[in-house]
């Protein structure tokens, strides 16, 4: 038998994406940068950080000033590059730095007049809108007198880019002359040259050279103007970018199938860990060493910690077991209400054996692709076997060991495959490999029969509510963790909590705890406790909640005609306490609270129970000529313990010591949704009919008795008005003695209504409340 491991660090969460502490998925950055770069390979060329980047305007100002170097092709030649696949041709190359000029005493110049022949088109473009033209008669050659010297269209525009002809220049302006039999039109004028031009040079005092640069131009805006003043000038290439084309048209597509491939991969990974790893089980291993849970921690449940040990026991050492031919059972069954410790129970076993402890659920065998829930089974019967001994713990088993053939799936639905597979599994290994197969529901009756049989799960251990000392040593386990006032009593909490769970007296504590750190105490009392066992209980109070002097008056005569039956009958639970203040979803509320555990209703208790519920109606007609919905919740109480009574307990003398029904278990609808009655027509009415006389019978006792003591319910609603809540010491008082004799302390009370015997104007038809609609005052108590 190999050794347990130790001190192993626990393995990463599969549930959790990869990524570091904080969430940061690594997988889905990497994703998008990948898409970032091929866009990048696509649509962006490499730049040259060392040209300059300029307009095309810049560009054709720097040409004419004769910056741009032309004249060297092989070192630095002129180049214009157009791609088959861009509208863009890229001019790149380089430009000498403008030459600057000397001051004005330094300079030295020339004037002269000039002419030069433009077409209609280029006086536009070169001087704008702006300037007029001048019709003339003679010839155009010569319009003035004197000597003109003619230019070029190149010379002029370099003087009007170097500012020799100044545009605004009022002495010397421009003139545009035409004629009308000619279409060339004549520009005459005067301009500046100055002839010591000062070339820049550097703080060394040497020249500075030409640097490159690049221009982007559109082809087709400026293609033809482009061709015609870099003829001659520029070297053309031209490249066809088959990369970019490709990506261009398939890109689009790759990017949407890399996003489905990419949900696709995660909803398989959220599904089953991966692509790769779909049918791996999600069990979980918990190491013992920092979370170590033991038969210290689990209180409560003694005889179910009893059964259990022998396994313990087992996988300490199993050879005391096997020598004697006997042999573990394979599996366990832990059977509870929710909040037992069922879970906290196979936990400590693990921790007891000190081994390997697997915990998954029954929902994650079960997913929507067919065969994964049973490809994980196999799975984690092999992890199982890879680290025996240990435990393997599957919560909520009913959710994949569901009764097979029942409901709408047929017989070869997911989960169905799921179960014949734990099923061959737990049939194929033998206990003497060291594993222990632990399984938790709340509802057996649904699971099916041949996961039950002896060979599979051998043994079922119910995981009951605990009992009064159950529940004292829970609360003491609990309340180590909080601060406890030093006289507190735990087993009065204990004998005021019968029927909770586990889980129930862990919310009370907690619950007390924060109750008490609400009002700034420096310890946890027993007042607290109880406040808090009657939140868990019966809900919190809503003293916020607006009510009505005509509402608090029914109510307190409500939970008075409760409470006083309650008091005066024999066979009822002790009274705890009746309030009106509004607590959980009722107005008001009478409590009770049974002197122990309860495991089975006497017929006496029963009736009382029935009389005491009546007591509610009753009493409002006492102040009142007309009744509310206040007791909807009564009749619903009565009515469900008569039915009881006369189904299911045989109390009836007429029907006798006879079943109609199926028991109080949980409806499994797919099992239970075509049964049929199993008694006639003719039983079904002499059922009703005695449901309906234990009820009425049970309301003519509760009328005789308030009628017979009304002046004390009106005494106990009248108290209920000043204090509101009121205990069972001081009700004895106004019973025995007609007033409380130590009444309860009310630092506020609330203002009492002028004339309590008043009867309250009759309601209108459309103001009624539906019987359903708001809470239920009348709630005699949560039962045990």
């Known amino acids: 038998m190999s050794e347990s491991p130790k001190n192993t660090p626990p393995p990463a969460n599969p549930k959790r994406p990869s990524g570091d502490g904080n969430g940061f998925n690594w997988r889905v950055f990497a994703l998008f940068s990948l898409a970032i770069l091929i866009l990048g390979i696509a649509f962006l060329k490499p730049l040259d950080t060392k040209a300059t980047s300029m307009s095309y305007s810049e560009f054709r100002t720097a040409l004419d000033q004769e910056r741009i170097v032309t004249d060297k092709p092989s070192e630095q030649p002129l180049?214009?590059?157009?791609?088959?696949?861009?509208?863009?041709?890229?001019?790149?190359?380089?430009?000498?730095?403008?030459?600057?000029?000397?001051?004005?005493?330094?300079?030295?110049?020339?004037?002269?007049?000039?002419?030069?022949?433009?077409?209609?088109?280029?006086?536009?473009?070169?001087?704008?809108?702006?300037?007029?033209?001048?019709?003339?008669?003679?010839?155009?050659?010569?319009?003035?007198?004197?000597?003109?010297?003619?230019?070029?269209?190149?010379?002029?525009?370099?003087?009007?880019?170097l500012g020799e002809v100044g545009l605004g220049d009022t002495e010397n302006s421009l003139r545009v002359?035409?004629?009308?039999?000619?279409?060339?039109?004549?520009?005459?004028?005067?301009?500046?040259?100055?002839?010591?031009?000062?070339?820049?040079?550097?703080?060394?005092?040497?020249?500075?050279?030409?640097?490159?640069?690049?221009?982007?131009?559109?082809?087709?805006?400026?293609?033809?103007?482009?061709q015609s003043l870099l003829k001659g000038k520029a070297q053309y290439e031209r490249k066809s970018d088959y990369l970019g084309k490709a990506l261009f048209t398939f890109l689009p597509f790759l990017l949407i199938i890399l996003l489905l491939f990419f949900l696709f991969r995660q909803q398989m990974k959220s599904a089953g860990r991966g692509a790769m790893s779909f049918g791996k089980s999600k069990a979980r291993l918990l190491t013992m060493d920092r979370n170590k849970v033991t038969f210290k921690d689990v209180a409560g449940i003694q005889e179910a910690k009893e059964e259990l040990f022998e396994i313990v026991d087992f996988l300490r050492d199993p050879k005391k077991f096997q020598k004697l031919g006997g042999s573990i059972p394979k599996g366990v069954l832990m059977v509870g209400s929710p909040g037992t410790g069922k879970t906290l129970l196979a936990r400590a076993i693990a921790g007891e054996a000190d081994v390997p402890f697997f915990s998954i659920s029954g929902s994650d065998f079960v997913e929507m692709f067919v065969g994964v829930g049973a490809s994980r089974v196999r799975d984690m019967f092999e992890q199982g076997k890879k680290n025996a001994p240990c435990l393997i713990f599957i919560d909520e088993i009913d959710a994949v060991g569901r009764h097979r053939g029942h409901g709408m799936g047929g017989g070869h639905d997911e989960r169905e495959q799921t179960l014949n597979q734990l099923l061959v599994e737990m049939d194929g290994f033998d206990t003497q490999e060291g594993v222990i197969i632990i399984a938790a529901t709340n509802r057996p009756d649904v699971l099916d029969p041949a996961l039950l049989r002896p060979g599979r799960f051998d043994r079922q251990v119910t995981v009951s509510l605990p009992d009064v000392n159950g529940r004292e040593e829970i609360l003491r386990v609990h309340v180590k963790k909080i601060k406890l006032a030093a006289n507190t009593d735990l087993a009065t909490i204990a004998r005021g909590t019968p029927g909770f769970s586990g889980a129930e007296l862990a919310n009370l504590v907690n619950e007390a705890a924060l109750l008490a750190a609400r009002k700034g105490m420096t310890s946890v009392t027993i007042a607290e406790m109880e406040e808090a066992r009657d939140k868990v209980r019966w809900g919190r109070e809503r003293r916020s909640l607006a009510m009505s002097d005509k509402e608090k008056i029914g109510t307190a005569w409500h939970e008075a005609g409760h409470a006083y039956l309650n008091m005066i009958l024999p066979h009822t639970h002790p009274l705890h306490k009746v309030t009106i203040i509004p607590r959980g979803p009722y107005l008001g509320a009478t409590m009770y609270l049974p002197d122990g555990d309860q495991y089975s209703t006497q017929k006496k208790e029963a009736l009382a129970n029935l009389i005491v519920t009546m007591g509610g109606r009753i009493a409002e007609a006492f102040h009142s000529d007309d009744v509310s919905n206040g007791a909807s919740g009564d009749i619903r109480q009565a009515t469900s313990l008569a039915r009881n009574m006369v189904c299911e307990w045989g109390m009836s003398d007429e029907l006798g010591m006879v079943e109609y029904g199926e028991g109080d278990s949980p409806v499994f609808l797919a099992r239970d949704m075509n049964k049929s009655r199993n008694y006639s027509e003719e039983t079904a009415r002499v059922i009703d009919g005695e449901i309906k006389k234990f009820i009425d019978n049970a309301f003519e006792e509760a009328t005789r008795l308030l009628n017979e003591n009304k002046d004390v319910v009106e005494k106990i609603a009248l108290a209920l008005l000043e204090f509101e809540t009121l205990d069972a010491k001081h009700l004895q008082d106004i019973i025995d003695f007609g007033e409380m004799k130590n009444p309860p302390s009310a630092p506020t009370p609330p203002p009492i209504p002028d004339d309590l015997s008043k009867k309250p104007v009759t309601k209108k038809p459309e103001e009624d409340k539906p019987e359903d609609d708001g809470p239920m005052p009348g709630v005699v108590g949560a039962p045990a």
Do not use: C, H, W
């Open 177 to 226: 002359l035409s004629n009308p039999t000619n279409e060339k039109l004549v520009v005459v004028g005067t301009r500046k040259v100055i002839t010591n031009m000062l070339v820049p040079k550097d703080a060394d005092g040497k020249v500075i050279p030409a640097t490159p640069f690049s221009v982007t131009v559109s082809t087709t805006i400026l293609g033809s103007e482009l």
């Open 79 to 161: 180049k214009v590059v157009t791609s088959d696949s861009a509208y863009d041709a890229k001019i790149t190359g380089f430009i000498k730095p403008a030459l600057e000029k000397p001051s004005e005493s330094e300079q030295q110049f020339r004037q002269e007049d000039f002419s030069v022949i433009l077409s209609a088109e280029e006086v536009t473009e070169i001087l704008g809108d702006s300037i007029a033209v001048e019709q003339i008669s003679g010839a155009v050659e010569a319009p003035v007198d004197g000597a003109l010297k003619p230019l070029s269209v190149a010379e002029f525009r370099k003087s009007i880019a």
